[in-house]
């Protein structure tokens, strides 16, 4: 059983608050478009209510714990929970400038190379798959209209 992280459930709660909010920000975009389509919101929502979902589970997990255990934990972990928290809150500025798809390989690339420490060339390729998953399910599969942001990539532009 892994130990508890100092702040831990700080983050935890942060993460749920912030994908509430992203859940309840994309009914701004609409959820669906005229003739029962999926709209550009449906994937934040979605998104959201998972992250919210995901991040309460493991609030809860970290509120049990901490009552069982009382060794010092890694500190290393707190860093490296709130490096990826700080990128993803980049990642979220960046979407109106660069557009999701490419904020998203900016995130998954600094992700895998900086917080992981894989090199860069396989850090790059990780990046370009993930980025390309992601486009070929929500904007070919479900012809979901991603935001394209200044250069409209992939997205309503």
Same mark, same amino acid.
């Given at each position: 059983?892994?130990?508890?992280?100092?702040?831990?459930?700080?983050?935890?709660?942060?993460?749920?608050?912030?994908?509430?909010?992203?859940?309840?920000?994309?009914?701004?975009?609409?959820?669906?478009?005229?003739?029962? +389509?999926?709209? @550009? $919101?449906?994937?934040?929502?979605?998104?959201? &209510?998972?992250?919210? %979902? =995901?991040? #309460?589970?493991? !609030?809860?997990?970290?509120?049990?714990?901490?009552?069982?255990?009382?060794? +010092?934990?890694? @500190? $290393?972990?707190?860093?490296?929970?709130?490096? &990826?928290?700080?990128? %993803? =809150?980049? #990642?979220?500025? !960046?979407?109106?400038?660069?557009?999701?798809?490419?904020?998203?390989?900016?995130?998954?690339?600094?992700?895998?190379?900086?917080?992981?420490?894989?090199?860069?060339?396989?850090?790059?390729?990780?990046?370009?798959?993930?980025?390309?998953?992601?486009?070929?399910?929500?904007?070919?599969?479900?012809?979901?209209?991603?935001?394209?942001?200044?250069?409209?990539?992939?997205?309503?532009?």
């Amino acid at each position: 059983m892994r130990g508890l992280i100092r702040g831990e459930g700080a983050v935890w709660a942060l993460l749920v608050c912030l994908s509430v909010a992203m859940a309840g920000a994309s009914f701004g975009y609409g959820v669906t478009k005229d003739g029962g +389509e999926i709209g @550009p $919101g449906f994937l934040p929502l979605v998104s959201g &209510v998972a992250l919210a %979902l =995901l991040s #309460a589970a493991c !609030l809860l997990q970290s509120v049990r714990r901490q009552a069982a255990e009382r060794e +010092e934990a890694d @500190p $290393g972990r707190v860093r490296t929970l709130w490096t &990826v928290f700080g990128l %993803l =809150l980049v #990642a979220l500025l !960046l979407v109106p400038l660069t557009g999701f798809l490419v904020a998203f390989g900016l995130l998954v690339f600094a992700v895998s190379a900086f917080v992981e420490k894989q090199p860069l060339v396989p850090a790059a390729g990780i990046a370009a798959a993930a980025t390309l998953v992601i486009y070929a399910v929500f904007v070919l599969f479900l012809a979901v209209p991603l935001p394209g942001g200044l250069l409209g990539i992939g997205g309503d532009g």
